[in-house]
Nanobody, 122 residues
Framework: QVQLVESGGGVVQPGGSLRLSCAAS????????MGWFRQAPGKEREFVAV???NGAGTNKGRFTISRENAKNTAYLQMNSLNPEDTAVYYC????????????????????WGQGTQVIVSS
């Protein structure tokens, strides 16, 4: 099993940046693909990014996912934030025999953190 703890959320003005961290413990971090999801009030949980065991991420535009296996930590760098990015952000871990597969569905992940709130507001 792996335990996940997110941090780095908060209130930021539109156009600002945040870096979220996801600290893992309890298992061999390098064996897991790591994902970030978010859920805004009244909406379904939404995929944000995933990084595979090779360290390659599905980075799209303003958000960049990365990992440091030596620190058992995954990150989500978020730039040019806007109010539509307001949500609770969750990290998730999937124990993967594949080094290269990207897992984009919430159902793929066995372990979840408690979430960290991001509010983008002026």
């Amino acid at each position: 099993q792996v335990q996940l703890v997110e941090s780095g959320g908060g209130v930021v003005q539109p156009g600002g940046s945040l870096r979220l961290s996801c600290a893992a413990s309890g298992s061999t971090f390098s064996m897991y693909a790591m994902g970030w999801f978010r859920q805004a009030p009244g909406k379904e949980r939404e995929f944000v990014a995933v990084i595979n065991r090779n360290g390659a991420g599905t980075n799209k535009g303003r958000f960049t996912i990365s990992r440091e296996n030596a620190k058992n930590t995954a990150y989500l760098q978020m730039n040019s934030l806007n109010p539509e990015d307001t949500a609770v952000y969750y990290c998730a871990a999937h124990y993967s025999s594949s080094f290269a597969t990207y897992y984009t569905r919430a159902a793929d992940y066995e372990y979840w953190g408690q979430g960290t709130q991001v509010i983008v507001s002026s």
